[in-house]
């Protein structure tokens, strides 16, 4: 194991001092998620009261704050839309990015390492600078305020990025497997298909989940195309809709945060390896 | 796993037009890579051709058909508004700032993780939550953390001490503290990207190396100086070149917590831009504002070329 190599660091002492900074930074990144699910099941009563221990239940918890965010907003709305856009995105992206991908890894010859790095740079181009023109183009298509133009857009970011994963995981296949595929008969195209595609199930199935993570998260174009609550994605109706004038729904906005954060984040931990292998393997050989 | 090519059936020999095609690498490498650069050019390409022409043109929300040409009018507007030189500072505060705290501590964080203990699976799960989480409502966390009022970290500095009783932080209401709160969340949300990828360029360097310097008798400093860093530089750089990007063009975190308040001074070029083109209806002057990021792009992706050039060569 790579910590192990090290006589310093195995002392209990640097032991120690290690857990301590892990435990630290543990604290940092996910108190504000236990504190979602604190202020989830207080009363409104307990959390507006400065005199009362917010570590405490003060009162008993109560599932209220639950029963109004899924009986009194959208929010069940807003989660199917976003389950909805994710989906379609992702099946665009794996048609056009898986082939894409394999196209840069092998068939493109010296090109193909430029040519990813120029469709990786295009990930690089921020909402920021195109929410305005795509804000008409959406208009011009006749998309406005409707979540298909979610689903044309998205793509435009998670395509130049699975591309790049997926050319990492196709450049470590052995070329082996399909050149005796294809003495075996097969077309190069089917050996990709027939061949290279079931044993690259791993690579395809990281990038449905980065895909995904990436059309959950997204804000700025959500915010700029979408105009009635009942279209909204969970990442900007929360933020938009739990907010009633100056009254903020605490309870049920952390319920509501946390809901949407914590499975996503159980499935990305799993294929997290895999997701910087991809992600580095394709700049650093 | 593997499958043997023995298992499938043979082809007879193909001589249709597909089949030439299906078999021309060269053809089908572009047939292949075609629909996505598509995509690209249609979605980011144009738009980016369509954002240089609306910064010189007096669009509007309510402008149809052509919009006329302004010359540099809106750039001239937006640098003479008063926000905007100060956009363009905290601009750079904000993403030099967080950008440094994001790699001294993601550093340390990845130099601890490498140790194998039990229970890591669940200390990297909690580790990674503000990466996964979408960021805007990660930062409805915070807001409800740095409440006014209701505050967590208000209570709990007044219980120890550190506040005093009836005088305590308005987060985000007091100018520094403002900035210092949104770059703090700023720093929360992107340690976790390049914590995992130091991670992943540190398990990289090979066991023999670390071994063959041990036997030469390398100290830790000189250890970790001459042999794990160097080794480290070409990951380090694209999370240092990523976290770039993300922190000059990010405008969630700002927009839920502050909307560039208290009085501009957590206001950035990408909410000004925002709140100019689509809350104000003045496409082209957000336009022209949202491509003063544009340098900062260009430098970046030119020294990601660069590096990939230089791994090429190595």
Redesign the interface.
Known sequence: ??????G??TSPLS?GV??G??AA??A??????F??VI?TFKHTLD??N?AN???LFNQLPTLAHLRMLFQETAYAKWLWNTAWVGGIVVIITL???V??G???A????TS??Q?G?G????Y??????????????VTFLGLTDSLWSLV??Y??FT??FC?WLLMGFFKVIPPD?EE??M????????AFL??VL??SVAGILTTVIFTF?LV??E??YA??FISSSAKFT???G??TFLVRGDV?F?GS??A??FI???P???L??LF?DRF??G??GG??? | MKQTAGDLPARPADTGFFGRLADDEKVLGRLMLAPAITYIVALIGFPLLLALFYSVSNVTVGTHGWPSFVGLANFRHAIGNPTFPRALWNTLVFALVSQFFVMILATILAISLQREFRGKWVVRLMILLPWVAPISLGSIGWLWMFDSVYSVINWTGRALGIFGKDTWPIWLGQPTLAMGSVITVHVWRLLPLATVILLGGLSGIPKDIHDAAQMDGAGVLRHHFQITVPLVRPIALVALLFGTVYAFTDMIVIYVLTRGGPYETTQVLSTLAFFTGIDGGDLGGGAAIALFLFPVLAACAVLILRFARQAEVT
């Not at chain 1, 940092?28 to 998620?33: H, I, N, Q, S, V």
């Not at chain 1, 092998?106 to 010859?109: D, H, K, M, W």
């Not at chain 1, 690089?124 to 183009?137: D, E, G, K, N, W």
């Not at chain 1, 003495?183 to 089917?190: A, E, V, W, Y």
């Open positions: 194991m790579p910590g192990e190599r090290r310093a660091i032991r290690n857990f900074v892990i930074f543990v940092f990144t996910a108190f504000p998620f504190w979602m202020t959390l507006m400065p221990n917010p570590f048609l056009l990015a082939p894409a394999y196209s840069l092998r068939l493109s010859g193909g390492e040519l790095i469709i990786f740079l295009t690089l181009v921020p909402p920021t600078i195109l929410f305005i023109p795509l804000s008409r183009v044309v857009v793509p435009s395509i130049p591309s497997i005796a595929a003495i075996d008969g097969l077309s190069r195209f089917g027939r061949v079931p044993i993570t959950t998260q804000f700025v915010l700029t969970v990442s900007v929360v933020p903020y605490w906005m952390m509501a945060c949407a954060s914590f996503i984040a159980i990305y931990n997290v910087i292998a992600f580095t700049a650093v050989k």
